[in-house]
């Protein structure tokens, strides 16, 4: 294996496990700022009591994401230093602000929410979820304002050097591409939070035990759910293929599983890519829907992949369309799943249906699929570009890095993922099963 | 505006080594003197919730190196390749030792993780002095404008070393005792009983060794590195910061021998602060120098960014500083008279 090969498993692998833990920070964040509403408006201690047991949870996930967010940044300039010194111009400044604005607000806060509830009268603790929660969107806003800008470079211009230089901030960190990218993630993140609150109360219910916290997370969960789960589909989702349909196009026919171009273009929900001979087997389709989901028109042309040369198509075509069809099939059953339990919770029978109770309480893993899914199909439909259109993702490595230090590192990071995920399962398990504590003693 | 951007980035890192300084110190005394289980946890629980917030300044520091001179992150980074990700899996051990370690009252389980934590911390504390070792000396820069860099050669300087040398071992061994030192002299000052005689014995100890270390480094940088005493000669507007450095490790022993712990340690932390001020002043305007030839440094000229971002990165770049002292006075001023008890979950 080359460098770049594994410069781009090293990175593909990490930025992969660490968003494992941010996804449930920001939507978790939210979680507690609703609780913490919840506890000001009513002055009851059972809000409070939650919003410190999320708290824990929120802290130790929090840790972990931010130990593996490190590497990230500093894996531009080890493993990418010609995309660094091409476009670290334009990019570093979502870095920076990232860095100044949204680390500083949330490790402060995190620390006094944590440490400081006894210290503080509620409502500065309130306030300082808030941060909090201030902090951590902030923070997921300036990455995917970096991706947008990898994705659909907007505000920059080339210097005489040949690298890039920013030109126009208000259009690089307003990227069109940006609005609906941030919706769409951001939406995803609560899903995932959603997900993991209802899970742990349903565990409580189905257990007998912490009957009123449970009762109080199911009620926040389901209908965060909901809410997210539909914006997820419509319209963030809908905008998103949108501007992949626009400018992306052989990303669109690669995501699709699409060859041919034709006018009207079905959608294929199902069917396995056969790249080598350039087809789609054993395709179940509806006839022109993709024409009118991707420009709004039934008779729209959709460009196929045969249209485009082999060096212009992401460079794994079949991964692309899985990841592509793996998003949208969990993003449809994320709406049925919690369409059904906000109308039990509604008519006051969820607590006793003991079914729903366990689909909620197995359905957590599904949206950190989701969640990694979607990402695949961002960054894999990205290719074979770095900064789509400028910079192609072989030009962007380290110049003098070699394969071996690479691979070692790579090992590293793999064997050191492992063990952190056996002790963060490890004590969340126990907190989960401890459950929530009264005030005394926290 | 480069130079500008320079002495903010050098301002931004002295911040860093001042603040996580001590939290990675306090790990190095726990490797000198362990002590026991309770005495651990209260001096985990002096830096529990300010540690994470001072790490941040060396992550706000590269997001703005890659911004206003993207050529040195570039080549810096991948130059330092091993070393650099040595240092981030030592600060993925020591975040996980502070927040896993926490979480479960069992003696093996803590243990294990403040053996890890004190492990990485103080290895920490050795890396970030051969980083600056590095620095001081130049790294192999051709006029690719990248280099590579090994763990280690022939442990002599030249124009192919290692990262590892007789000289930025030496500076990371004076970095190790300062920055343990810095770490005793917060516990002085944040803690009670037990850990604080013993960490008020151990600051008089690392003190007094990095002082001599300092001394002994200085003589080794006027072999290795002349100009930067040459060029901070010259400069007559940099005195200032040699003085300051000079006045706190005179304030901080004064004030160690009244038992004055607080001010000891902010004496310290002027010292660190004016040493390492000093050293960026000595340097400018080089960021990285090459041990082939001068032409192939990269400078603040050579190096930094378009124009157009630097003058915007102004912009955000004050209210952000200001936001974020804000942050950090009301963090350090909630938790002011917080002491004795006991941070961790249970």
Known sequence: MNALTWDRFQFGFTITYHYLFPQLTMGLALVILVLKILALKTGEDRYNAAARFWGRIFGLNFGLGVVTGIPLEFQFGTNWARFSHYAGGVIGLTLALEGMFAFFAESAFLGLFLFGEKRLTPRSHFLVALMMFLGSWLSGYFIVATNAFMQHPEGYQVAASGALELADWRNYLLNSWAFWQYAHTMTAAVITGAFVVCAVAAYWTLMGVHREQARISLRVGVWAGLIASLLQLFPTGDQQGKLVAQHQRPTLAAMEGKFASSHPAELVVIGQPDVAHRRLENPIAVPAVLSFLSYGSFGATVYGLNDFPESEWPDNVELLYYAYHIMVGLGTLFILVMGVSAVLLWRGRLEASRSMLWVLMLAFPFPYIANTAGWMTAELGRQPWLVYGLQRTAQGSSPKVSSGDVAFTTLGYLGLYLLLGIGFLFLVAREIGRGPTPAEAA | ?346
Request: a positive charge; hydrophobic letters at 50%.
């Open chain 2, 1 to 346: 505006m480069a130079t500008v951007w320079f002495f903010l980035i050098a301002l931004m890192l002295t911040v860093y080594v001042v603040l996580d300084g001590f939290d990675l110190g306090v790990g190095l005394t726990m490797l000198l003197r362990p002590g026991t289980e309770d005495e651990r946890r209260h001096a985990l629980s002096a830096i529990g919730p300010v540690w994470d917030a001072n790490e941040v300044w060396l992550i706000a520091a590269g997001g703005v190196l890659v911004f206003t001179f993207p050529s040195v992150y570039a080549s810096a980074f991948s130059g330092f390749y091993l070393p650099l990700m040595f240092v981030l899996w030592l600060l993925i051990f020591r975040g996980v030792s502070i927040e896993f370690g926490s979480h479960l009252k069992h003696p093996l389980w803590r243990r294990f993780w403040d053996a890890t934590f004190a492990v990485s911390s103080s290895a920490l504390t050795l890396i970030l002095g051969i980083a600056l070792g590095n620095l001081i000396r130049g790294v192999p820069l051709d006029q690719s404008g990248y280099f590579q860099m090994t763990l280690f050669e022939n442990f002599r300087t030249g124009p192919r070393p290692g990262a590892i040398d007789w000289y930025t071992l030496l500076v990371g061994l004076f970095t190790s005792t300062a920055l343990g030192a810095h770490g005793a002299l917060y516990l002085g000052w944040r803690t009670e009983g037990s850990v604080r005689a013993r960490s008020s014995n151990l600051a008089r100890a690392l003190c007094g060794a990095a002082i001599v270390l300092m001394f002994v480094a200085t003589l080794a940088t006027a072999e290795v590195q002349p100009i930067l005493y040459e060029r901070l000669g010259q400069r007559p507007w940099a005195w200032p910061l040699s003085l300051g450095a000079a006045f706190g490790v005179i304030f901080a022993l004064w004030q160690l021998r009244r038992g004055r712990h607080h001010a000891a340690f902010v004496g310290w932390g002027i010292f660190l602060a004016g040493l390492l001020t000093s050293t960026a002043a000595g340097l400018y305007p080089d960021i990285l120098r090459s041990t082939f030839s001068s032409t192939w440094n990269l400078t603040v000229a050579n190096a930094a960014a378009g124009s157009t971002g630097l003058k915007l990165g102004l912009w955000w770049w004050i209210p952000a500083m200001v936001l974020g002292s804000g942050y950090f006075w009301y963090l350090y001023r909630s938790l002011r008279d917080h002491r004795i008890e006991d941070q961790s979950y249970h």
